[in-house]
């Protein structure tokens, strides 16, 4: 497997990286915040960093959620935090004319687990050139998503990743088989855990998702014991007032204790 260089500052495949950010683009003054700490938190544990957010979050539970400011707003904000910071940033796509605009800002196109099997959505982000990371649906075995990656590859983009973020186990609930990191990783890609969704409550609120937000630090360690590239996180100054994902974000205390935990048990990985 190839390193994958974005943006001329973090190679992913080469040292542990950090996907983070808030679930949604609040405010610049919330993304400036986090993207602020993590940053500094990276630099200090020697971990490459990828800020995240998204402009909309086209499938919450009710259509009366906030879904997030918009392409235009949120693509304003992620060009100021890209700029300010210097780091690369990620966000999500959900159709294909979203695509080549969201292109000129990001450095990342993320495909939601949903969409995991949209062939017009995956070509479309994988002829822009810029990295696909690839989030397995909750219905997929981790094996099946070959498909996903052959269809970005077929555009001549080899830069792919796929994430981890759990299987749905019954009504309301999911499970992380951490054999999938290993089978996705024999595709010959960059695999993603992503930590705070794999203990997501999908619809558990009736009109909203919960979280157990106490299982991330031992899924996050457990994940790095297998074997990762990447580990993804929704990081939030305060997750209780957060208007997406808050039971299943981290503060910057928690963020800090499992990143650490997580680059101890990725060194340790490397060095057998």
Known sequence: MNGINIDGKVTVGGKLTLIGGPCMAESLEICREVAGYLTELCAEL???????????????SSGSSV????????LNMLSRI???FQVPVLTDIHETVEVDRVAEVVDVLQIPAFLCRQTDLLLAA??????VNVKKGQFMAPEDMKGAVEKVRSTGNGKVMLTERGTSFGYHNLVVDMRSLAIMRSLGVPVVFDATHSVQLPGGLGNASGGQR???????????AVGIDVLFTEVHPNPAKALSDGPNSLNFEDIRTVLTEVKAIYELGKSR
């Not at 020697?46 to 909309?56: C, E, G, H, M, P």
């Not at 994988?126 to 990295?131: E, N």
């Open 46 to 60: 020697d971990v490459q960093y990828i800020f995240k957010a998204s402009f909309d979050k086209a499938n919450r």
């Open 67 to 74: 879904r997030g400011p918009g392409i235009e707003e949120g």
């Open 82 to 84: 890209r700029g300010e």
């Open 126 to 131: 994988g002829r822009t050139g810029k990295t």
């Open 214 to 224: 106490e299982f991330i630090r031992p899924l996050a360690r457990a994940a790095a």
